[in-house]
C-alpha cells in the first residue's frame, strides 16, 4: 500500500511533458474553422477539399495521433467541441450516418431525459439526413422512423451501398470502419475518402486508422448525440424520403426461397407478434442475413450479436439477457454448426429456469464456409456438411419443450406452443441449404463461379 502511495505521489508531481504545453484550445479552433469552411462547400467539385485537417495538423505540430486524439477528447467533454462547428452547408448532405459503440450507449440515459438515441434521431430529422446503422448495430435507430435508410452490415442493400458512396459528407458516430462497415473496404477511398468524412468514435486507435477522416473526434457516442442536439441548420432539411422507401422496399415483403420452409417469411411474422422490447441473440452464420433484412429492431438493447461475427454467441447471450430481463421476451436465433458450438449452455437456461426460447436454423451445412467454397473453388466441396441429432428431441431431453418445424406454416404453431410450455425451449427448423442467402441459391452461385 505504501508503495502504491508513493507511485500515485510521484505521478501527481511529474513536471508537464512539451505536449502538456501546447494550447489545446487554439489548436481545436483552428481546425474547427478549417472543418467550417470545408462544409461551406461540400457539394462543389473543389478537390482540394479533400485535404485533410486531423492528419496535416499532426504532422504539422509533430503530435502522435494518441496524443492528439487524448486533446481533443477533453476539450470534447468541456466546451461541446461541435456547437462550434457552423454546420450551415450540411443541408447538402446527401447521406449520413453510421451508429455503433452500442454497449457505451447506457440503458439508464436512453429511457431517461438524455437519451442518445432520440439525440440523434432529432438531429437526423431537423437536417434532413438519412441514417444507416453499421452491421449488427441495427438497434440503434426506429427502422420505421422516416429517416432510416438500412443496415450497413453483411447482406446490405445494393441501393444503400450506393447512396453512401456518392454521398457528400459521412458522419460515422461510433462505428468501427472496418472490413464489414466498409462492405469489404470498397465504401470509401483509401486512405483518403471520396466525400468528407467526420469520424466520432471512443477509442483513439481507431480514428484515421484506415481512412483519414476530415475530422476525426474523439467522443463516447453519447458525448457526441449530446452535442449533435445543439447544432441547428441553416436551411430547410432535405427530403429523406427516398432513402426511407428504399429500407422499406428491400425489406417489407417475404422473398421466395427453394424448399418448404421460409426463413423471410417467418422474420416478417416474428417482428409482427414479439413484443417491441423483445431481444434477439445469434451467433455467425448465413442465417443471420435473414434476420438482419426482415426482422426490425425498434428499440434500444433488443439486439445482441457481436461485431466480429463470432459463433456460439446466441444461446449463452440470451440466457444472460433473460437473467437480466425476466420480464422480456429472450430468443436465441443459431445456425446449425452455431448452435452445435455452446448449445449445451440450454442446460443453463433448465437450472435457472429462463424460459428463452432457441430457434435453430438447419441447412445441415456450415452455410457461410461452403457458399465461399463454392464462390472461389466451385463443386470443391471440403468439411462443410454436418450431420446433425434430433435438436427438438436434445432439448426434450434436457427437460425442455422441444418441436421441429419442417414447413412455413407449421412455425408459428410453435413458436405459440414454446411460449406457452413456460419452458426453455427449441424450434429445430429445417430448412433446404439451396436458399444460401435471402437474394441468391447455392447452384447460382457455383453456375456464376464456373462460368467467369
Ligand atoms: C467461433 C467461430 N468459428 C468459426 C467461424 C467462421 N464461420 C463463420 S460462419 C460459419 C458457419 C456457420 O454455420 P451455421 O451455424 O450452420 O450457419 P449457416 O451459415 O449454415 O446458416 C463459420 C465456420 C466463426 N465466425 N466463429
Ligand atoms: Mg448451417
Known amino acids: 500500500m505504501a508503495n502504491l502511495i508513493k507511485r500515485e505521489n510521484r505521478d501527481v508531481t511529474r513536471r508537464p511533458s512539451p505536449e502538456h504545453r501546447l494550447d489545446p484550445f487554439r489548436m481545436m479552433d483552428a481546425l474547427i474553422d478549417r472543418l467550417a469552411d470545408e462544409l461551406e462547400n461540400v457539394g462543389s467539385d473543389a478537390e482540394q477539399l479533400s485535404a485533410n485537417i486531423f492528419h496535416q495538423k499532426m504532422e504539422e505540430r509533430r503530435i502522435p495521433a494518441k496524443r492528439l486524439t487524448a486533446l481533443l477528447t477533453r476539450i470534447g467533454r468541456t466546451q461541446s467541441l461541435l456547437t462550434k462547428i457552423r454546420y450551415s452547408a450540411v443541408s447538402t448532405i446527401r447521406m449520413l450516418s453510421f451508429l455503433s459503440g452500442a454497449t457505451r450507449f447506457q440503458e ?52 444503400l451501398v450506393a447512396r453512401v458512396k456518392a454521398s457528400d459528407l ?28 467526420v469520424h466520432a468514435y471512443p477509442g483513439a486507435e481507431e480514428l484515421g486508422r484506415v481512412y483519414r477522416p476530415h475530422l476525426a473526434i474523439h467522443a463516447t457516442p453519447s458525448a457526441f448525440a449530446a452535442a449533435l442536439d445543439g447544432l441547428q441548420p441553416r436551411r430547410a432539411p432535405l427530403p429523406v424520403d427516398a432513402a426511407h422507401r428504399e429500407y422499406l422496399d428491400w425489406s417489407e415483403k417475404a422473398l421466395p426461397q427453394p424448399g418448404a420452409v421460409n426463413l423471410s417469411e417467418i422474420m416478417v411474422w416474428l417482428r409482427g407478434h414479439l413484443p417491441a422490447d423483445a431481444i434477439l441473440s445469434n451467433g455467425a452464420g448465413n442465417y443471420s442475413a435473414w434476420i438482419h433484412r426482415f426482422f426490425r429492431f425498434r428499440r434500444f438493447n433488443t439486439q445482441m450479436a457481436t461485431v466480429c461475427g463470432f459463433m456460439g454467441y446466441g444461446v449463452p447471450a440470451a440466457v444472460a439477457m433473460k437473467a437480466l430481463f425476466p420480464e422480456r421476451k429472450v430468443l436465441a436465433l443459431a445456425g446449425d454448426g452455431d448452435f452445435l458450438m455452446t448449445g449445451q449452455e440450454f442446460a443453463t437456461a433448465m437450472q435457472y429456469r429462463l424460459p428463452i426460447i432457441v430457434l435453430v436454423f438447419d441447412n445441415a451445412i456450415l452455410g457461410t464456409i461452403r457458399m465461399h467454397q463454392e464462390r472461389e473453388y466451385p463443386g470443391r466441396v471440403s468439411a ?27 412455425f408459428a404453431p410453435a413458436f405459440r406452443a414454446a411460449e406457452e410450455s413456460g419452458l426453455p425451449a427449441l424450434l429445430h427448423i429445417k430448412f433446404d441449404a439451396e436458399g444460401i442467402t435471402p ?14
Request: proline share 6%; hydrophobic share 40%; with cysteine.
Open 108 to 159: 439508464n440515459e436512453v429511457n431517461g431525459f438524455r437519451n442518445p438515441r432520440a439525440q440523434i434521431a432529432r438531429f437526423a430529422e431537423r437536417f434532413g439526413i438519412p441514417v444507416c446503422t453499421s452491421f449488427r448495430r441495427a438497434h440503434l435507430f426506429d427502422p420505421l422512423h422516416p429517416n432510416y435508410a438500412g443496415d450497413l452490415g453483411l447482406g446490405a442493400n445494393a441501393k
Open 384 to 410: 462443410t456438411d454436418l450431420v446433425n441429432p434430433d435438436f427438438a428431441a436434445m432439448a426434450r431431453a434436457f427437460g425442455g419443450f422441444g418441436a421441429t418445424v419442417e414447413k412455413t406454416a407449421e
Open 170 to 197: 459521412v458522419i460515422a458516430a461510433g462505428a468501427r470502419l472496418n472490413e464489414l462497415t466498409s462492405q469489404g473496404y470498397t465504401l470509401f477511398d483509401i486512405p483518403v475518402p471520396q466525400m468528407k468524412l
Open 439 to 452: 437474394s441468391t441459391t447455392l447452384s447460382a452461385i457455383r453456375s456464376k463461379s464456373l462460368n467467369s
